[in-house]
Every structure is written in C-alpha cells, then in structure tokens.
C-alpha cells in the first residue's frame, strides 16, 4: 500500500465548477504539503498545513490528522486551474529531524470553459 | 526573491552517455533536495544535502548517479552512464530547515530523453 494516496486519479470539470481532490495517508505527519505542477513546468507549493483549514483566493485546503485525510477545493474552477495537484508528507528518516517528503501520484485536472 | 534556478531545462542523450544538471537554490537556504519524476508518477527523493553533508541518499542508484553540494551552495546532479529508465524530469528543491514541517521551494526542472 502506498504511504500517500490520492483521488481522483483524473478529474474532469466544466468551469465554475466546485472541485475537491482528496489525500490519504498512513502514517503521523507534522504538516502535508499540496502542490501544483503545470504541464513542462516546475512544482509550485499551495499549501503547508498541519491542522485545521486553509484559505487563498478560491483554493481551500483541509486536513483531518485523526482520520489522516486532506482535501484539496478549487471554487469557481477556471481552465488555467488545469494542472496535476500533488498531495505530499514529510516521512522522518531514522528518527532524526530531518523530513523528506514522499509524494501521492497526482491528480490531473482539466477545466473546460 | 528569485526561485531555485536549474539548467538546462531539456537534455536529450542517448544511452550510455554522461549527463550533468546544476541547480542554485534560494540563498540562505541551507537544505537542498534533487528528487527523480518519471512520467506519471509522484516525484522521489534522490539525495537531500543540508549544506554540504549528504543527509539522505538512500534511493540514489550509487552505481550510476552522484551528486555533490560544494560549499553548500550550488549542488550539480550526474548520471554516468545513462539508461533508458532514467529519462525523467528532475527537480531541484530547497528549503530553510531540513525539518518535516518545512516549506520546500521547487526548480522548474530539468526533462531528460535518453534515447
């Protein structure tokens, strides 16, 4: 089983669509990370989250660290939303302070206009 | 403030030959991470510096790949020589602290076609 999971694997929208994306995961974390990778580009860090919820411009992210769940809303999806959004936690190597993240698949997003 | 900056942005060699990729993170930070993208999956961790030791690079094929971190600054990346499965995107990321609740900054990545 991987240590990261998310779903959908592929999700397709029509704009001003309401989107949620969702990350499992299977061990105790400090903080999960969501980022954004466009198609040739580099990866763009959303969010760091340890708790609760976050809010910037029309992306919301939760996480639930019980139930070891984050999700991942786009309010009023736009086709320049299209991307693969990426869930990612810090798995602590051998104990020392040092984290690295260990990365979900993906979820490719399309927004249609 | 400028990102983490990596060259090139696209290599194409073909087997058996030797590749290098450079990256300069964002000054001061003194955590530097090369991770391996092969299309379709998650990026993985290859090595993790924390200034100029090696913190982690258990997942780096020793056999073919090495990478040094002179001064704790710039941090070059080499395959020698290559195989077909290493053709991937290779991101260079860096950060503050090495800590697991650190914020991470991404490269746009080197895409490698070995053919």
């Known amino acids: 089983k991987n240590e990261v999971e998310q779903s959908p694997q592929n999700l397709t929208a029509q704009e001003g669509e309401f989107i949620t994306i969702n990350c499992s995961y299977s061990?105790?974390?400090?903080?999960l990370h969501w980022l954004q990778q466009h198609p040739g580009g580099g990866i763009v860090s959303l969010f760091m989250l340890s708790s609760g919820k976050k809010k910037h411009g029309r992306l919301i992210a939760t996480i639930n660290i019980q139930e070891k769940h984050s999700s991942l809303h786009i309010t009023a999806s736009h086709p320049r939303d299209s991307a693969v959004y990426i869930c990612a936690v810090p798995i602590n190597a051998g104990g020392t302070s040092y984290g690295k993240l260990t990365f979900g698949q993906g979820t490719i997003l399309t927004v249609h206009p | 403030e400028a990102g983490v900056a990596q060259s090139p942005r696209y290599k194409i060699i073909e087997k058996r030959q030797s590749v290098a990729f450079w990256c300069n993170p964002i000054s001061g930070h003194a955590t530097l991470y090369w991770y391996q993208q092969i299309l379709g999956q998650g990026p993985k961790l290859l090595i993790q510096?924390?200034?100029?030791?090696?913190?982690?690079d258990s997942q780096l094929p020793k056999d073919r790949f090495s990478a040094e971190r002179l001064k704790g600054v710039d941090s070059t990346l080499k395959i020698q020589p290559a195989k077909l499965e290493d053709s991937a995107v290779y991101l260079c990321?860096?950060?503050?602290?090495?800590?697991?609740?650190?914020?991470?900054?991404f490269g746009q990545g080197t895409r490698l076609t070995v053919v």
């Open positions: 510096f924390q200034n100029n030791g090696v913190v982690d």
């Open positions: 061990v105790g974390i400090s903080a």
């Open positions: 990321a860096s950060s503050t602290l090495g800590r697991a609740d650190t914020e991470a900054f």
